[in-house]
């Protein structure tokens, strides 16, 4: 029924008359009666309209009838109580304030128009209440709530009706849960109040704010009750209230705010396999906290539990039925108000998925249900900011079951916040040089090279300390006899003598595998935990030699189906595509099939068996013999049953060898190796290993994030002390080149530093490409070691030094496009590259070409892809160049390599179209869809057998007949599954000699780079086939392409003999050669370095001309003695912008030269030698020592010959400068380019017939 009901937002605005005096209850009669004079103030008893208050304590007795003064307003307080034994008591037109410790009782209350208002711990016991005329109740809450008032009969007299009464809540001062708070207690309805005609009276409601309350009678119990509509949940925090279809309508915090935006929730929902959804709506109280939530007409519910404190709320389910296990999905999501809500996972069964304005949690893996496992639940919170946030963290990691690490005594808040500290402190800098010894003893070697990076680490890849990538007959934990012939003792050892170094060790760990030969759990008895799909049986004998039988599942026994997806949502016997279940034990032996089929029968056929593998022995068996299969991810190993006690035992040795250790980087390559039978699996493990960790590491998965247990990286105060959001991974790569990939250079390693500066990496580290180390032999080999080490050092420090919005505004960093990731992967690319140039960050765009690009990019195993483009000896390129740019730029650098020429009629080519089987191939592909799509998945596949040999024939060249339709003709050789790309973009019509001189020249075009299929290294020696298809189509396009006289090129190795650089109207000529494969770098100020292909300087030479063309449009190289068809890579990088470096003073000097001298400012002379700090370090002296200076020592002259000495600096180059006077001296330059001697340098001065000064300056 409708009613007058009404809320307010505003304080009720009380109503009164005019009293005509205050009378106050004194006592003073001693007898306690009301009609006593003496008892009041006045001496006389209150009249009409009187204001009248009793806060003595004492119990005013009434007369059997008596009235209170009409139109008085009486108020009780201090323990005051206003009584009548018998007969009955009026109030007309009074108005009663019943305060806190005031009280009422007695036998007949008779309301006629009055008005009484009741605050929280007010007392009421009166038998009978009869309500007359328009009475007005109001209700004070506390903050705690309100102590319900008892009365016995409820009654409606003199004509009236309950539509006549008025009542009023007030909750402004209301901070507790949201539940049902009982006002009045009758224990009997005399007028047959409903609580449908209840509703007729006027209700008033204020500073609810949004908390769901209305007020109602409750018929049963006869009480008039503050209710909240819906189903409540409330905890000692948050609350939430869910609507008769169990739709959260309603989420509350303590300060009764309400928390969800006007957008509908979703609750709980089940997902279908084709994203339809069902939702839970159906709803029942179990009370005490627990909660069933079903869906009408079905099976499926789930039990809940839902508690929490302060600022969060549990979920735990305490069961799940009934589910159809076919493929659905189980969510929880609420629409938060402005980034409000947030998540926790507090087990590895639940995985959140939200962002600040959308909550949303998943229960995965329906089917797992197992008693090992907790059923799953997750923390809600409010985030109100930083602070209160790590509160809520704080108090969730401590008191809600949590994974914690194994400290020493009681796991408690004190406890929590010092291991918070001591992992900011570890986590601060994570650098490390990654590391490929070949003996124990040179594992020191190594250590000086680390220190020159300022590495914080040492990293090695498993294949190092355990001796195997994949196991095989090495232990999970064990160390590698073959390299630490004293076992751990000597990998301890390394790991003490780098710890008096400053560093600790960090070791590569492909996560809880077991090999085929595990003398422990493989070789011999299986061990029965290792992860099985079940059992089947032989149907006849077998020989030790048979390959085909047929078997019987046991009971129950389903035969695995791989999914198409690594991460499928259907129940077991799915298991994800990179698992293989065709391995299985047969007594003693091992063996493999190649396939398993069903035969409809209840009898499954192995086929293809490999018998006696691993070591074992073939034999005969019996019908009736089992065979129990396994799952193996990746075909490669065995792992450990999630649910038994091997699992947990693997996790806990690999967290103990860290222990023993102390390592600072627990690695989880090969994450997914749990995730047989759900994610949860690989959660669980990387659990299981924190939870006997006993020192703070950093740690990072296969998936480029940390697994949820460490709930480190989630606290603001760790990003507050870490510079805000932050990583803990990844390796910058370095390596020597081969024929499929060229030694990187200084450009390659400083965009991943970009790469680490944008994403606040704390690991500012060096390494070999994928997860591999660097050698001896590389990092003495690569010609410019030395620069990358300090390079590394240096953006580590003015990363550092950044703050977050000095970060944000250097962002240079692009989103991967979606509709190629299938092709080049998820890496971001670089439209810009940040350079450091002295105390600055100089920003550098490379100019791209209508084919290839202007960004930079990342490729996996190969490091950076730089923008670059190819052109012929005497060929003149157009160049893309940006607005910024019209008229030049303030720098501008060229950099490139030569590369081999090529004759399309050179008998040594390789003619690739006998293998194809045709001399002329068409290759067509069409696009209907609105969108360009890029696909390598159906090219056309040719084997080539015998394999050949393309070392010396690594380009590739065919006539192409196009058809401009934009697409890109993708001819990709292969040696088994190691590939490289050559691309033709169809931006022509007609037929082209189409010659490609490198296979990076297709991770540079726009419409292809670099791609997954490449990203290994390639042996050019053994190619076993050649794939031709359409990489890429333009939208709504269909494209056909013509394909004659595929070759690999066979190279011609011609060195440019000075050749000529022109870049719009600038030409710099160059003297000297540059070899083949060698790179070449111009700089702007002129300085022009030949390298060889490792990066050591071959020839230098300092133009005299600085570089600065005015016009960028056009770009040729020339060599007047080359042939024409020379082929160069090149890249054309300009700039203008550039920043401060925070690592460095505003006078240029480096925070961390001062902090080696204890200085925290240059702008002191500490040694008092004449010398601010700053030019001190510029001069390479000592700051705080008055010996150290950079002075004239001595002069010895004769005739017009000076003899300067001076204190030297080595590495430093020096100038002599020469005026005649000091009062307005003119310095001429005398000499310069003087090297730095130690300790003292001597330089003679020639100075024809005149006297005067001279003066030593540092270049």
Not at 419 to 432: G, K, N
Not at 949 to 970: E, K, M, P, Q, Y
Not at 1064 to 1090: K, M, W, Y
Not at 1150 to 1168: A, H, K, M, N
């Amino acid at each position: 029924m409708s009613g007058n009901y009404t809320v307010l937002l505003l304080l009720f605005l009380s109503f009164g008359v005019s009293r005509a005096a205050t009378v106050q209850w004194d006592g003073g009669g001693a007898d306690n009666l009301w009609s006593t004079p003496e008892n009041w103030s006045s001496d006389a008893v209150p009249l009409a309209g009187d204001e009248i208050v009793i806060a003595n304590g004492d119990t005013v007795q009434l007369a059997a009838i008596e009235y209170l003064p009409n139109g008085s307003d009486l108020t009780l307080s201090g323990g005051s109580v206003l009584h009548k034994d018998s007969g009955a008591i009026r109030l007309s037109g009074c108005t009663l304030n019943l305060a806190s410790d005031g009280a009422l009782s007695g036998d007949f209350w008779d309301l006629d128009n009055a008005a009484i208002y009741f605050e929280d711990g007010a007392s009421v016991n009166i038998d009978d209440w009869e309500n007359k005329g328009s009475n007005y109740f109001s209700f004070e809450l506390s903050s705690t709530g309100f102590a319900k008032l008892n009365a016995d009969k409820f009654w409606i007299g003199g004509g009236t009706s309950i539509a006549d009464a008025t009542y009023r809540v007030d909750l402004a001062d209301y901070s507790g849960p949201l539940h049902d708070i009982i006002l009045v207690d009758y224990t009997e309805n005399k007028s047959s109040v409903t609580s449908s005609n209840f509703q007729d009276a006027t209700i008033i409601i204020e500073n609810a704010g949004a908390r769901p309350y209305h007020l109602e009678f409750d018929e049963i119990n006869h009480d008039i009750v503050l209710a909240v509509t819906g189903t409540v949940a409330a905890t000692h925090g948050l609350a939430v209230v869910f609507d008769e279809s169990a739709v959260p309508v309603s989420l509350i915090n303590p300060e009764g705010d309400e928390l969800l935006s006007n957008t509908s929730s979703k609750g709980f929902y089940l997902q279908e396999l084709d994203y339809s959804e069902r939702r839970f709506d159906t709803l029942i109280d179990l009370g005490g906290g627990g909660y069933r939530f079903g869906i009408s007409g079905s099976t499926e519910q789930f039990d809940l539990f839902i508690g929490g404190t302060n600022d969060y709320m549990t979920m735990r389910f305490l069961d799940l039925s009934g589910f159809a296990l076919a493929g659905e999905r189980f969510y929880f999501s609420l629409n938060g108000q402005s980034q409000n809500l947030q998540e926790l996972e507090l087990d590895c069964m639940v995985k959140a998925n939200a962002n600040r304005s959308v909550f949303r949690v998943e229960r995965q893996n329906l089917w797992e249900t197992s008693n090992s496992n907790k059923l799953g639940a997750f923390a809600l919170y409010e985030f109100k900011d930083t602070v209160q946030e790590d509160e809520t963290l704080l108090d969730l990691w401590v008191n809600e079951g949590l994974p914690h690490p194994a400290v020493t005594g009681v796991w408690d808040r004190a406890t929590a916040e010092a291991w918070l500290d001591d992992w900011v402190e570890m986590a601060y800098d994570t650098s490390y040089l990654n590391i490929v010894p070949d003996t124990v003893e040179e594992h020191d070697d190594f250590i000086p090279y680390a220190a020159s990076m300022d590495a914080k680490a040492i990293y090695m890849w498993n294949s190092i300390w355990r001796g195997e990538y994949w196991l095989h007959y090495r232990q999970n934990d064990e160390v590698n006899p073959d390299m630490y012939p004293a076992g751990q003792t000597n990998l301890q050892a390394f790991s003490d003598g780098l710890a008096e170094n400053g560093m600790s060790l960090m070791l590569h760990y492909l996560c809880g595998t077991i090999g085929e030969e595990d003398v422990e759990f493989t070789a011999g008895a299986v061990h029965p935990d290792l992860q099985s799909w079940g059992t089947v049986t032989l149907t006849q004998s077998i020989s030790a030699a048979s390959t085909s039988f047929t078997v019987v599942p046991d009971p129950g026994v389903a035969l695995p189906v791989k999914s198409s997806s690594a991460y499928p949502v259907e129940a077991p016997p799915v298991i994800p595509s990179f698992f293989e279940f065709k391995t299985f034990r047969l007594g003693d032996e091992w063996i493999s099939a190649s396939s398993v089929t069903d035969h409809g029968n209840g009898t499954w056929q192995l086929d293809g068996v490999e018998r006696g593998k691993w070591n074992t022995v073939a034999d005969s068996y019996s019908p009736g013999e089992g065979l129990r299969g396994y799952l193996r991810p990746y075909n490669q190993d065995f792992v450990p049953d999630p649910n038994a006690a091997l699992f947990d035992t693997i996790a806990t040795r690999w967290a103990e060898l860290n222990n023993a250790l102390g390592t600072t980087k627990s690695e989880f390559d090969g994450f997914e190796n749990h995730r047989a039978t759900g994610s949860w699996g690989a959660e669980k493990f990387a659990a299981t290993v924190y939870e006997n960790l006993d020192h703070p590491s950093t740690a990072n998965t296969s998936e480029g994030r940390p697994p949820n247990a460490w709930i480190e990286y989630r606290f603001n105060r760790v990003k507050d002390a870490l510079g805000g959001t932050f990583q803990t991974r990844q390796h910058a790569a370095l390596f020597l080149g081969d024929k499929s990939r060229i030694t990187p250079g200084l450009e390659e390693i400083e965009h991943e530093m970009n790469k680490f500066m944008n994403l606040n990496n704390r690991g500012f580290s060096l390494g070999s490409y994928d997860v591999k180390g660097m050698s001896l032999n590389t990092l003495q080999t690569h010609g410019q070691m030395d620069a990358v080490l300090d390079l590394v050092r240096d953006w580590k420090d003015a990363s550092f030094a950044l703050t977050p919005a000095e970060r944000a505004s250097m962002e240079n960093f692009r989103g991967y496009d979606g509709a190629r990731s299938s092709i080049n992967g998820n890496h971001p690319w670089a439209e810009s590259h940040w350079r450091l140039d002295g105390s600055d960050f100089r920003k550098w765009h490379a100019l791209g070409t209508d084919q290839y690009t202007h960004e930079w990019h990342f490729g996996q195993e190969h490091g950076t892809i730089t923008p670059r483009f190819y052109v012929q000896n005497g060929q003149s390129q157009s160049l893309e160049v940006p607005v910024e740019f019209d008229s030049g730029a303030d720098q501008t650098r060229i950099v490139g390599r030569v590369l081999p020429r090529f004759d399309p009629a050179s008998v040594g080519n390789i003619d690739l179209m006998p293998y194809i089987g045709t001399n002329a191939l068409t290759v067509a592909a069409t696009n209907s869809t609105g969108s360009g799509i890029w696909k390598d998945t159906d090219f056309n596949v040719y084997s080539i057998w015998p394999r050949v040999d393309f070392l010396n024939h690594r380009g590739i060249g065919c006539w192409v007949t196009g058809d401009g339709s934009g697409a890109v003709l993708v001819i990709r050789v292969k040696r088994n599954d190691n590939a490289r790309d050559y691309a033709v973009p169809i931006d022509f019509t007609g037929t082209r000699w189409i010659e490609i001189p490198t296979a990076e020249q297709a991770w540079r075009l726009r419409n292809w780079g670099w791609a997954v299929a490449t990203r290994k290294f390639m042996d050019y020696a053994g190619v076993s086939s050649v794939e031709v298809g359409i990489g890429h189509l333009p939208a709504n396009t269909t494209c056909s392409v013509l394909i004659e006289d595929l070759q690999g090129l066979e190279e011609n190795s011609e060195t440019l003999v000075n050749p000529s650089f022109s870049l719009g109207e600038q030409t710099l000529n160059i003297t000297g050669s540059i070899p083949v494969e060698h790179h070449f770098i111009l700089e702007p100020n002129g300085d022009f370095t030949v390298y060889d292909e490792d990066w050591n300087t071959v020839s230098f030479q300092a133009l005299e001309s600085p570089f600065v063309p005015t016009n960028l449009t056009t770009f040729s190289m020339s060599s007047a003695t080359a042939s024409s068809n020379v082929w160069i890579e090149v890249g054309v990088q300009t700039s203008s912008e550039s920043l401060h470096n925070p690592a460095y003073t505003t006078n240029g000097t480096p925070w961390r030269w001062l902090g080696e001298y204890g200085l925290d400012t240059d702008l002191i002379d500490e040694d008092v030698d004449g010398h601010w700090t700053w030019q001190e370090y510029i001069a390479g002296t000592n700051p705080t020592n008055l010996s150290s200076v950079l002075k004239l020592s001595g002069v010895a002259s004769s005739g017009n010959s000076h003899v300067l000495s001076w204190q030297a600096v080595m590495g430093k180059s020096y100038s002599i400068h020469f005026a005649t006077n000091l009062v307005a001296p003119i310095w001429v330059e005398q000499d310069s380019g003087i090297p730095g001697i130690e300790p003292d340098c001597t330089h003679t001065a020639i100075v024809h017939g005149a006297t005067g000064f001279f003066r030593v300056e540092v270049e």
